[in-house]
Nanobody, 123 residues
Framework: QVQLVESGGGLVQAGGSLRLSCAAS????????MGWFRQAPGKEREFVAV????????WYTDSVKGRFTISGDIAKNTVILQMNKLQPEDTAVYYC????????????????WGQGTQVTVSS
């Protein structure tokens, strides 16, 4: 099992930036992907960005492309989500997740989850 601890959420005005960090511990040698998902009030949880530990591949949902950047430090078992040009619709609880699956298509591939961190963007 992998334990995940997120940090870096908060309140920011539209157009501002925030940096989320996720530190993994435990059986990190079996982790192939780490990523961020978010859940806004009254909505289902959705994929935001994923980092692949093999090859450092990255994936983004369309609404954050060009604004968010995900990066990983494999040696430190951390993943960072740099969020720029934030918009009110980015307001949500952001969850860090880790997957022991070599391939992923949906959040069902992610078997470890953090407790979440709140991001609020005011207009």
């Amino acid at each position: 099992q992998v334990q995940l601890v997120e940090s870096g959420g908060g309140l920011v005005q539209a157009g501002g930036s925030l940096r989320l960090s996720c530190a993994a511990s435990g059986r990190t040698d079996s982790t192939y992907h780490m990523g961020w998902f978010r859940q806004a009030p009254g909505k289902e949880r959705e994929f935001v960005a994923v980092f692949g530990r093999i090859g450092s591949n990255t994936w983004y949902t369309d609404s954050v492309k060009g604004r968010f950047t995900i990066s990983g430090d494999i040696a430190k078992n951390t993943v960072i989500l740099q969020m720029n040009k934030l918009q009110p619709e980015d307001t949500a609880v952001y969850y860090c997740a880790a997957s022991s699956k070599l391939l992923w298509r949906t959040e069902l591939a992610f078997d470890s989850w953090g407790q979440g961190t709140q991001v609020t963007v005011s207009s």
